[in-house]
């Protein structure tokens, strides 16, 4: 005869549950570990938001170039320096020209003014005209669309902030 007792539990539950929480913990430490390393990466930029507004130009426009087309104005925003300021436009669907900041008419086919102290702030405006390349002659509304961009300091990548979409007219 065989007096041999067999325990035919393969595992005891105390056993069982020790290993459960250790799983959870450990799973607890990996999900911890992958969470702060997501909260500790950054763009580098900050939470930038900007709202514009535009209008037509409102004057005559000619086939010789040098026409203002819109005006685009801040309505919320924190002051946006000067110098970090990028403007492009398209016009009726064709390519896109980057804008020359009061400069030459002649080096660029488009440009736009700004006031004189250092940033954009909150209901200043910019105009937005045509260099000495005729971009809407004014003989139809001209579809134009104008893309703010802030430049990135440092490491910081440069950032579309609004794509604002105006019409220009002959008035």
């Not at 939470?47 to 104005?73: C, E, K, P, W």
């Not at 660029?108 to 260099?131: A, F, L, P, R």
């Amino acid at each position: 005869m065989n007096n041999e007792n067999r325990n035919d539990e393969a595992v005891s539950p105390v056993i069982a549950t020790i290993l459960m929480v250790a799983i959870t913990v450990v799973l607890a430490g990996v999900l911890y570990v992958w969470a702060s390393s997501l909260a500790g990466e950054s763009t580098g930029g900050g939470l930038d938001t900007y709202t514009f507004s535009h209008r037509d130009a409102n004057g005559d426009m000619s086939s010789d170039g040098l026409d203002d087309l819109v005006h685009i104005q801040m309505t919320s925003g924190d002051g946006l320096n000067w110098a970090n300021l990028k403007v492009s436009i398209v016009v009726d669907g064709g390519v896109s020209s980057l804008c020359v900041e009061g400069g030459d008419a002649a080096t660029s086919d488009c440009t736009w003014d700004k006031d004189e102290d250092k940033s954009w702030d909150t209901s200043e405006e910019i105009t937005i005209s045509e260099g000495d390349t005729d971009l809407c002659d004014g003989t139809e509304p001209c579809s134009v669309v104008v893309t703010l961009t802030k430049v990135g300091v440092g490491e910081e990548d440069d950032k579309v902030i609004a794509t604002v979409s105006a019409t220009a007219e002959n008035n």
